[in-house]
């Protein structure tokens, strides 16, 4: 797992003494808006925090696979929702796959804070174009490759349908061009600011550091350093792997069988 990885998902901190149980703060701003930031803010702030790092580090896990299957086919209640985050002791949660099923989050957690992270449109867009799409594309185009690598090194492969729910955000044909993605942008957060009463709504710019959050959530400030997080080189990274593994796995295995039935009908 690359170093920033690590670093996000190692800002998790154990819940404080005298928290409330479940989600106290949801984020609600779409990925590459500063959520790695965010996250790690909020680990010190608030306690566990759910992220997309965190998904992914629960990948093989049965229980959660059942969880977010029923969040995406509608049937998880409520009841459901809040027993999966308060049952990991998560006090926040922000990034994918949350934001896709934001509104039976938030239904779920009614007293909770809600924080929309914003960033350049334009800036937000190069981000994701450079670090997600192209990623998420690679997932959906070798998902039958990566179900038989996980079916033969796990004997399951659920896992795929996992990274199709946290990915399926950026399958969208809007985010696939800069103008309709920045439309998606916006679009977005206006539906954010429309159904978030003000009052319970932090509209926040991770360059303005702890003062505003910590106003917003009536905490005391830390006195280290706001946590300035870039996971985009290690998404890229991330990207160049996955090309060398399917690389790979054609040589190892296709390769020789394509060989085989070449010189069979030769």
């Not at 799409?133 to 795929?160: C, E």
Request: proline share 5%.
């Amino acid at each position: 797992m690359p170093d920033n990885f690590k670093q996000i998902l190692n800002s998790s901190a154990p819940t404080a003494k005298g928290s409330k149980p479940g989600l106290q703060v949801i984020c609600l701003g779409l990925s590459r808006t500063g959520t790695s930031s965010l996250k790690a803010a909020l680990t010190i702030l608030q306690g566990r925090t759910f992220h997309a790092m965190e998904f992914l580090n629960q990948i093989n896990d049965e229980e959660s696979y059942n969880f977010w299957k029923s969040l995406n086919e509608e049937s998880a209640t409520s009841k459901d929702i809040a027993a999966y985050f308060g049952g990991g002791n998560y006090q926040a949660a922000c990034d994918v796959p949350c934001l896709a099923y934001w509104r039976a989050i938030v239904a779920a957690h009614p007293h909770a804070k809600i924080i929309l992270t914003t960033r350049d449109p334009v800036q937000w867009y190069q981000s994701v174009s450079k670090a997600l799409i192209p990623l998420a594309g690679q997932v959906r185009r070798w998902n039958w490759l990566l179900r038989l690598l996980f079916y033969i090194f796990y004997g399951r492969s659920f896992q795929v349908d996992l990274l199709n729910i946290l990915f399926q955000q950026f399958y969208y044909k809007e985010l696939q061009q800069e103008s309709s993605a920045i439309q998606f942008y916006h679009a977005w957060n206006d539906d954010i600011l429309r159904s978030i009463p003000h009052n319970n709504l932090l509209v926040f710019d991770v360059r303005s550091g702890w003062e505003p959050l910590c106003q917003f959530l009536e905490c005391p400030q830390p006195e280290t350093p706001f946590p300035r997080l870039n996971d985009a080189s290690a998404l890229v990274k991330h990207q160049r792997y996955l090309s060398f593994v399917v690389t790979l796995v054609f040589l190892v295995i296709f390769l020789p069988i394509i060989t085989m039935l070449m010189y069979m009908w030769l």
